[in-house]
């Protein structure tokens, strides 16, 4: 039985540190840990279990089990106690483990004859790498001593594993981050790419987990602990709202006694500083794992960020590595915001991000860049190294990391048919969509960024039917000037020339959050304060924004709708403020536009339902079929559960939209339609042959939209849309598809 003494500890570590220092094999390695660890606790067996595949372990060493059995004994997943360990992540001491549930006797091992068991996950930062194991014959659980010490060894074996100290033959000691890999997150933007990672924030690697020199290691700690709190504070300066709650929870853990202390008690058992960061850092990441709530995983998550701050300036290994960039870069993160995504700018192939939503700001700004995004690609940080080939497609929502030969072959034949699909476009650019049947559809493209207004002229775009305002807000970590708004607004309209472009007042709230706004704790903020909402209670930013777009316009005819207005006096009001702002503009003497056009966006049920004195006001309308689908449904568009449960070629929402066609047909107002359908082939040409013939989409989208428009008869399409509601089908989709393949 170990004691639990500075001195024992750091024995223990030593002779584990010289072994792994010893010239030898993976497997040779592995063996003389067995036979350290068990004659350490005094223990008959000693096992070491390591993944094979995701799902198999592989009894990989021993001491006190038949020989015979290593590399021949293998469990899922879950299966006997090793695999519930590994299934778990969480520890297992019993002093009768045939009596456990789930427990499973393996007769090649010769185990029938211990009864105590003690299982302990190897794992690095939450990675599941295998399970560390002791027996004894006698019946009795093991000390905390015993578990700490075995704790420690668990870690140095993960870290060896990391460093590549146990490669051999057979798939359990293969060399790590070598093997194909599949990744399934969601699409946050469509597209398929092919490149090399490049992680946002490389891991960083400790080589030197065992230390002497507790007084040396306890001072390196202090002076990092105490750079670590200067840095937050210096953070803190001038921050407010959201972010202050954030970094203030930085500092709260940066000078949290519990944490110090139990990392000082690691360095004085015998661990470096920066093995007892990462001990604490794993021990987070696995509670992180087994919690439900939202609040405690982020604020895990915040003591995650803290440790990952405090081994870089423990190790020097910063964000700048020294590697270089490739070429063809796919960028790698948990998370990133738009301000930093920016900064890469067009440069990056594609995107892979462990967190994320389609709603969220790194969505919002890799649309506008149309650069290919998968979100909640599990563990891909971990699993991705910088320099790895990777291909990404967006469309499917799937990450192919070392991709094998015949996966790297199917993939480019994909790029290759996309991009011959593409040329086929191009020679369709300057045509207009005119149907089969003679129906005339006009196709507008989205933006947000000035570096989207090239293509305008490359999509065959007739102009902008949406220019996305804030997102000159959210890159910024202050509120923008008016003079910089006006310099944006102007570029815009330069660039456009003299195709048309609508500018969308700010539209913020709900999931896009200004860095430097106070938060308000929402239950529902989709449904809650955001957009026109904000603007009118807090009607300053929204004056401020008017005026550097008349100012802007130099002159010049100018178009704006507002977002998210649910009824006609929330429009009135709006446009009220463009009435105010023009009268004082004429009286400082500066140039106003020649036209001042003001339209909204229709994103509630409620506005279809307007007096018809609306429809007459109101000089153009687009409905915003993003958040009018959510609503309509009841279905969140950020829940993954329920946001692709509902068919846009439902009947019931067809026959909404067909509706609001109507009623601006009798009002003779102008109608598009904006969202991620308009730049769907099959959705858009379905909403044209309903009466929208004005769609507005990525630019990507516009070729292949166009392209379905010239080859299809939008009255006989409507045609089949009304007999299969007259039938009584919940969905029209599987008609129109058999339709649209007789089209040619």
Request: glycine share 8%; aromatic share 6%.
């Amino acid at each position: 039985m170990i004691d639990r003494s500075e001195s024992e500890s750091r024995k223990l570590l030593g002779r584990l540190r010289d072994t792994m220092a010893e010239q030898a094999a993976g497997q040779e390695r592995l063996d003389k840990i067995v036979h350290l660890t068990a004659d350490s606790i005094g223990s008959e067996v000693c096992s070491i279990y390591l993944f094979r595949d995701s799902d198999t372990l592989e009894l990989c060493a021993t001491e006190g089990l038949k020989k015979e059995a290593v590399h021949q004994t293998r469990m899922k997943l879950g299966e006997g106690l090793v695999g519930r360990v590994a299934r778990t992540g969480k520890m297992m001491n019993t002093a009768d483990a045939p009596s456990e549930r789930g427990f499973r006797y393996m007769p090649e091992t010769g185990e029938e004859v211990f009864s105590s068991f003690l299982g302990l996950p190897i794992q690095r930062l939450g990675e599941k790498l295998g399970v560390l194991v002791v027996q004894t014959k006698a019946k009795r659980e093991f000390t905390s001593d015993e578990i700490y010490a075995l704790e420690v060894i668990a870690m140095v074996l993960a870290e060896m594993a990391e460093l590549g100290a146990f490669i051999g033959e057979g798939a359990a000691l293969k060399a790590r981050h070598t093997e194909p890999r599949l990744l399934r997150g969601l699409s946050g933007q469509e597209g398929t790419t092919e490149g090399h990672a490049w992680l946002h924030e490389p891991r960083v690697v400790v080589t030197n987990l065992v230390s002497d020199d507790p007084e040396r290691e306890r001072r390196r700690l202090d002076k990092a602990i105490e750079k670590l709190r200067v840095s937050v504070d210096e953070m803190l300066t001038g921050t407010s709202g959201e972010q202050l709650e954030v970094l203030e929870t930085y500092r709260m853990f940066a000078n949290s006694k519990g944490w110090r202390r139990r990392m000082e008690e690691d360095i004085d058992l015998g661990l470096s500083a920066e093995a007892a960061v990462e001990k604490e850092q794993s021990n987070a990441r696995a509670r992180m794992s087994q919690v439900t709530d939202q609040y405690l995983r982020e604020r895990l998550h915040d003591l995650d960020d803290l440790s990952n701050r405090l081994l870089r300036l423990l190790t020097g290994q910063g964000a700048e590595t020294g590697a270089e960039m490739p070429a063809d870069p796919i960028l790698i993160a948990r998370n990133i915001g738009p301000g930093e995504l920016l900064d890469y700018g067009r440069k990056l192939k594609g995107i892979v991000l462990e967190e994320g939503s389609v709603g969220s700001h790194a969505a919002v700004v890799a649309r506008a860049l149309a650069i290919p995004l998968v979100i909640q690609a599990e563990r891909i940080t971990t699993e991705a190294l910088n320099g790895d080939h990777i291909m990404v497609d967006g469309d499917q929502g799937m990450v192919h990391l070392r991709p094998d030969d015949s996966i790297v072959s199917a993939f480019r034949d994909k790029i290759a048919m996309q991009a011959q699909a593409q040329e086929r476009y191009s020679s369709i650019r300057d045509k207009p969509a005119v149907s089969t049947c003679g129906k005339r559809v006009h196709l507008y493209m989205n933006a947000g960024l000035l570096a989207d207004l090239p293509s305008l002229i490359s999509s065959g775009a007739e102009g902008v039917g949406l220019f996305r305002t804030e997102l000159q807000f959210l890159i910024r970590n202050k509120m923008p000037k008016r003079t910089e708004l006006v310099e944006v607004y102007k570029r815009v309209m330069d660039s456009a020339g003299d195709k048309p472009v609508i500018f969308r007042t700010l539209d913020i709230g709900s999931d896009k959050v200004l860095p430097y706004m106070k938060p308000n704790d929402e239950p529902n903020p989709a449904l809650g304060w955001r957009a026109i909402r904000v603007g009118l209670d807090k009607p300053g930013v929204m004056r401020m924004q008017i005026q550097a777009l008349l100012r802007a316009s130099g002159g010049r005819a100018l178009t704006v709708m507002f977002p998210f207005v649910a009824q006609y006096e929330e429009f009135t009001a709006a446009r009220a403020e463009v009435g105010k702002a023009l009268a004082i503009e004429r009286k400082l003497g500066h140039p106003v536009p020649e036209t001042v056009t003001i339209g909204t966006m229709l994103e509630t049920p409620s506005l279809a339902y307007a007096p018809t004195k609306f429809f007459e006001d109101v000089a153009f309308i687009s409905i915003g079929g993003n958040d009018l689908k959510q609503f309509f449904f009841a279905a969140d568009r950020e829940n993954e559960r329920v946001r692709r449960r509902y068919d846009t070629l439902n009947v019931s929402f067809l026959s909404f939209l067909e509706n609001i066609v109507m009623r601006c047909s009798d009002t003779q107002t102008p109608l598009s339609f904006c969202g991620e359908d308009a730049g769907r082939p099959i959705e858009a040409v379905c909403l044209a042959a309903i009466g929208l013939r004005r769609l507005s989409m990525r630019p990507a989208s516009i070729g292949p939209v166009k392209s379905l428009i010239m080859r299809t008869d939008l009255d006989g399409l409507y045609d089949v849309i009304c007999e299969a509601r007259a039938r009584g089908e919940q969905s029209v989709r599987d008609d129109v598809m058999g339709f649209l393949r007789t089209q040619g």
